[in-house]
């Protein structure tokens, strides 16, 4: 598996197939649980058919965490492949507010994390991802 990272903008539109969202609340790591799996992931998901990959981050930031008030900001593009097959995606920092009721849909479980717990759902790609959110932070700061 390998792990390219570009700057945003550079990936067609219509590759992006994921958005993920490196998200905060407090200075906290927000992850959630997926109801039928038992690790932690960052939250994101699939870009809806004729949906802009930044509507995308919004809608599955709310959908999986419940957040109402946050800020977003697209922090680059990037693409997994494993084999032969490469999928594309978007990838987010947000700073959450304020948070409403989680909708009751995929998600069990949200919670806050200092850092990037053991049990992750895909634990080869989230590490990079946050890593590469860290760096923005830092470049920032």
Same mark, same amino acid.
């Given at each position: 598996? @390998?792990?390219?990272?570009?700057?945003?903008?550079?990936? #067609?539109? #219509?590759?992006? +197939?994921?958005?993920?969202? !490196?998200?905060?609340?407090?200075?906290? &790591?927000?992850?959630? @649980? $997926? +109801?039928?799996?038992?690790? &932690? #992931?960052?939250?994101?998901?699939h870009? #809806?058919?004729?949906? $802009?990959?930044?509507?995308?981050?919004?809608? =599955?930031?709310?959908?999986?965490?419940?957040?109402?008030?946050?800020?977003? +900001?697209?922090? !680059?593009?990037?693409?997994?492949?494993?084999?032969n097959?490469?999928?594309?995606?978007?990838?987010?920092?947000?700073?959450? %507010?304020?948070?409403?009721?989680?909708?009751?849909?995929?998600?069990?479980?949200?919670?806050?994390?200092?850092?990037?717990?053991?049990?992750?759902?895909y634990?080869?790609?989230?590490p990079?991802?946050?890593? +590469?959110?860290? %760096?923005?932070?830092? =470049?920032?700061?």
């Open positions: 598996m @390998k792990i390219y990272f570009y700057d945003t903008g550079a990936v #067609e539109h #219509e590759r992006l +197939k994921f958005a993920v969202i !490196c998200a905060s609340y407090e200075n906290r &790591w927000v992850l959630v @649980k $997926h +109801k039928q799996r038992n690790t &932690w #992931e960052i939250p994101g998901g870009r #809806e058919p004729d949906e $802009h990959i930044n509507m995308t981050a919004k809608r =599955e930031l709310y959908e999986e965490t419940g957040a109402k008030k946050f800020d977003m +900001k697209a922090i !680059c593009d990037y693409a997994v492949t494993i084999g097959e490469t999928s594309f995606g978007r990838l987010f920092y947000s700073d959450i %507010q304020a948070f409403g009721q989680l909708p009751d849909l995929e998600i069990e479980i949200v919670r806050m994390f200092d850092e990037l717990p053991n049990a992750l759902t634990p080869e790609i989230q990079h991802l946050l890593q +590469k959110v860290l %760096q923005f932070k830092k =470049e920032r700061a």
